[in-house]
């Protein structure tokens, strides 16, 4: 099998299913939902690769692993599935009372004050979310993004899923690797 005959979108939002359903099963209070990367060599081959961390340094070792182990496989993608939490601009700046223009200033010296971690804000001003990231030589690059919520019995519930077309992931951790 080659790179042409992979059909590399329909396996970004496989593994952005796949990484749902296995965010579903853990029950919402659970948080054990383990961040993971799948890289695709050209014959289409994948390896997934567990990427438990605790801090920004462990994550970037794992990132570190992942893009060493995609430059030696010479991967036509990396696809990334991790819980994350957004921070809905609109609701912070109303919650604060301040304008929109003001949202990147003051969330960035409240967060400082706070210690760095969302998880020290107001809950009304952010959402859980699954995000899904890919990169992939020759193609654009892509985010996938579905924010849940709890629902009864500790199930998790989940919104309709952002497809980011043709976004160029900005994240410092995703380099290119060819």
Not at 7 to 25: N, P, T, V, W, Y
Not at 32 to 53: N, Q, R, T, W, Y
Not at 87 to 100: D, M, Q, R, V, W
Request: charge should be negative.
């Amino acid at each position: 099998m080659t790179d042409t005959t992979l059909d590399l979108e329909k396996m970004f939002h496989d593994e952005h299913e796949r990484a749902k359903k296995s965010r579903a099963g853990d029950g919402y209070k659970d948080e054990s939902f383990l961040p993971h990367a799948i890289v695709v060599d050209p014959e289409g081959k994948i390896i997934m690769i567990a990427c438990p961390f605790n801090n920004n340094s462990e994550k970037a070792m794992a990132m570190q692993y992942i893009w060493m182990t995609a430059k030696k496989e010479k991967a036509i993608a990396v696809f990334f599935s991790s819980d994350s939490r957004q921070i809905e601009n609109k609701t912070y700046c109303a919650h604060y009372g301040i304008p929109l223009d003001a949202f990147e200033d003051h969330y960035n010296r409240t967060l400082r004050e706070l210690g760095g971690s969302f998880a020290n804000l107001p809950r009304e001003v952010w959402n859980n979310s699954l995000v899904t990231w890919a990169v992939r030589p020759g193609l654009p690059d892509g985010t996938l993004t579905t924010v849940y919520k709890e629902g009864p019995d500790d199930t998790v519930v989940f919104e309709a899923t952002v497809d980011n077309k043709d976004n160029k992931v900005n994240q410092h951790m995703m380099p290119q690797w060819w």
